[in-house]
Nanobody, 120 residues
Framework: VQLAESGGGMVQPGGSLRLSCAAS????????MSWVRQAPGKGPEWVST????????YYADSVKGRFTISRDNAKNTLYLQMNSLKAEDTALYYC??????????????WGQGTQVTVST
C-alpha cells in the first residue's frame, strides 16, 4: 500500500494550491480517504474526508468553504483544492486511507506528506 502526495509549495496569503495523492497497492475505489495536516509542534489535525464514491465530502470547520476534496477513482488519485489560503494553513499535509480516529492515531496508511507554506 502506497500513498504519494504532491503539489505543495509556498504561496502568499489568499493564494491557492492543489494537492494530489496517488494511491497504489489497494482497491482505491472501495476506501474512504482523508487529508490530515500537521503544523510544527502540533498534533495531527483532520482536514477533510470523502466517501468511496466521491459524492460525500466532509470538512473541518477551519477549512470549510475554502478547501474542496475530490477523487478520481479511474486514476486512483485523491485531490485537495485549497483556496483563500491563510498563514494558519501552513503545515505538512498528508493523505490517509480511511477516516476518523484510526487516521488521527496513524493506525491506517499515510503518505509521506507535502509541505504547504503560506507566507508573505
Amino acid at each position: 500500500v502506497q500513498l504519494a502526495e504532491s503539489g505543495g509549495g509556498m504561496v502568499q496569503p489568499g493564494g491557492s494550491l492543489r494537492l494530489s495523492c496517488a494511491a497504489s497497492g489497494f482497491t482505491f475505489n472501495s476506501d474512504v480517504m482523508s487529508w490530515v495536516r500537521q503544523a510544527p509542534g502540533k498534533g495531527p489535525e483532520w482536514v477533510s474526508t470523502i466517501n468511496s464514491g466521491g459524492d460525500r465530502p466532509y470538512y473541518a470547520d477551519s477549512v470549510k468553504g475554502r478547501f474542496t476534496i475530490s477523487r478520481d477513482n479511474a486514476k486512483n488519485t485523491l485531490y485537495l483544492q485549497m483556496n483563500s489560503l491563510k498563514a494558519e494553513d501552513t503545515a505538512l499535509y498528508y493523505c490517509a486511507r480511511g477516516a476518523g480516529i484510526a487516521v488521527l492515531t496513524r493506525k491506517t496508511t499515510w503518505g509521506q506528506g507535502t509541505q504547504v507554506t503560506v507566507s508573505t
